[in-house]
Each structure stands twice: as C-alpha cells, then as structure tokens.
C-alpha cells in the first residue's frame, strides 16, 4: 500500500465524540492502542499533552515527519495531574477535546492516538510504554519537547528516548524548547499572561486568538434594557479564564466572522442572589436568536477591567463607549 502524504489525507476521519469544529474527513481517531493494528503505514509519532496547541507545540508535531510515513501525535484525556496530584492540575487553554484536535488536523497530523489517563497507565515502565506502542503499529520516529517526561513516574526523558530509539530502530527528534521576545513558550506562561488580560501576548505565543467554546444560555435579558442584548456563555468548568474585563472579540455567526464585544466576570453593578463567572457576547451587527447554539469567541483584544458602576444608566453608558472602541 502506498503511505505517501497524499494517500494519508485521504482516509476517513471516525471521531466517537461530536464533530462540532472539525471540517474535513481527513483525520484518524484512536483511544487505545490496540486499535493501531489497523494502521497500515509506519507513523512519525509528535508526543505530549499539548495543551494550548501553542507556537512550541506546533514545532514539535511539525518535526514529526519521516518520507513515506504518517504524521501521528499522541496525546491523553485527562491531564495526568488530574489523577496523580489533583490539587496541582491546570486550568486548560484547550478543554475541548474536539476543538483540540481540529488545531491537530490543521497541522496535516494524519492519525491521532488519544489514550485515556488511567491508573494502568500511570504505572506503565517508560520502556513498557514504548515496546507497546511499537508492538501497536511500526514507528519510523518519536518527536518530543526536550522537556517532557513519560512514563511511571516521569522516569522517561529525552535521553531515555534517544536509547530506545537506537534499540527499537525508530528515530528520535528531541526539540529545544521555543523562545519568543527572550522568553521561553509554554503553556504555564500563556496561562498566567491569560491570567493579567494580556490577549496579544497570549495570541502571539498561540499563534492563533484564545477562544472560549460555550453554549448560548437564557440569562435575565437586563442586557436588552441597556441597548446591547447579549449572547451568555457558559464556561467550562475545567477551562482556563483571562483577567476579569472586557475584551473585542470575533466569532462566526451563520457563515460570517462578526465583531463584538464580550465581558466575562461576575457582573459586579447587577444584583444576582449567587455570583457565576460568565461571558457576554454583544455583536452590534447582528441580531437573531442565537439559544441552544454552540459559539466559538475568540478574544482579541483587552479593553477594560470588569467595574462595578453606581447605577444601570451609567453601566449603559459605558457599553456604547466600549462599543465604539472596536
């Protein structure tokens, strides 16, 4: 059979969950690795959790490229913390798995091998993980970030994947760590500038604008009252928040990007019985019923920080002057 690119991208894509944001069949989804026995191609396997697809990520899954094989990236749900330090898990820039593997097929990734984080999984030998995978399908290669550690206790490193590449025949690309304006990409990073509204130092390190996926949601039409009706998002609970504010975002709305603004915060002037972290969407040129309907809201720009104001009339007020700074 012939592997090629060309013969790759024309597979058919399976999901077993919703397909929301994908928009091609072009990408193969497995969750265990006996399911890669029906793989017919070596793969060039890119390694990681990969949380944010950020600008380093993407170099990673970009080094995943042998002649004549497929591009593979091997990820898991949940995050490892979630099981072995609870406590220490992150917020997540990607909480939605679909989304997550929609930025994966826009890499050209091929094959996508979600592995569930179970206990069994956390107690697997770095070396037992590896002879399972190549037990599983031929790997041509494993690319990594220089940082990241596998296996039963993070013992697996990037030096213990340069031995097993040797021994297990397949080759092994360790990638440096990407740096942007001197300072070094990552996730933890994206997360604490998400944390102080810094969106353009966020997008820059993505390569993409930060979005936030959520259901459209009845809340108490007060935003109709102040001119400015509003589309309420729920947000995930496992996902990662910018600084409380008001921001200028995009979203794609019956077939057309439609500017706005959104607040996310406690709404601080209203009063409410129980306070709920939400977001706000107000698009000046479009109106329609939007309940029911899953939106994605990318974040462009920071505006102001969420205030509590002295009166409704004066909350109006300041939403016609945010409006207009977009």
Excluded at 27 to 32: G, K, L, P, R
Excluded at 204 to 222: C, D, K, M
Excluded at 290 to 297: H, M
Aim: hydrophobic content about 40%.
């Amino acid at each position: 059979m012939n592997c090629s690119r060309a013969c790759s991208r024309s597979n058919k894509y399976s999901p077993t969950a919703s397909n929301n944001f994908l928009s091609t069949a072009a990408m193969q989804i497995f969750h265990s690795f006996a399911e890669l026995r029906k793989v017919p191609c070596p793969v060039h396997w890119a390694m990681g959790f990969f949380d944010g697809v950020h600008e380093g990520h993407r170099r990673v899954i970009k080094s995943a490229s042998t002649p004549g094989a497929w591009r593979g990236v091997i990820t898991f749900m949940p995050h490892p913390l979630v099981l072995l330090r609870p406590s220490a898990a992150p917020a997540l820039l990607t909480p939605h798995p679909e989304y997550k593997a929609e930025l994966f097929r826009k890499l050209n990734v091929d094959i996508l091998l979600v592995l569930p984080f179970t206990a069994e999984l956390a107690a697997m030998s770095p070396r037992n993980f590896i002879d399972t995978l190549c037990a599983s399908c031929q790997v041509s290669g494993i690319s990594v970030g220089e940082n990241w550690h596998f296996g039963k206790g993070g013992s697996g490193d990037a030096d213990f994947l340069q031995a097993e590449a040797k021994r297990s025949g397949f080759t092994a690309c360790i990638n440096p760590m990407l740096t942007i304006d001197g300072d070094t990409v990552c996730s933890t990073r994206i997360r604490h500038l998400l944390s102080e509204g810094k969106i353009k130092e966020v997008n820059h390190l993505l390569g993409r604008a930060f979005n936030i996926i959520g259901t459209v949601e009845h809340g108490q039409h007060l935003a109709r009252q102040l001119g400015a009706p509003t589309a309420n998002i729920s947000l995930p609970p496992s996902a990662a928040l910018p600084r409380a504010g008001v921001y200028a975002i995009q979203s794609l709305i019956d077939g057309r990007t439609q500017r706005g603004i959104a607040n996310i915060g406690l709404r601080p002037t209203i009063n409410e019985h129980i306070k709920v972290t939400r977001l706000e969407a107000h698009f000046p040129n479009w109106s329609g019923d939007l309940y029911g309907q899953q939106l994605n809201i990318e974040l462009l720009r920071f505006i102001r920080p969420e205030i509590k104001f002295n009166s409704i009339d004066e909350l109006r007020s300041r939403i016609q002057q945010d409006i207009a700074k977009l």
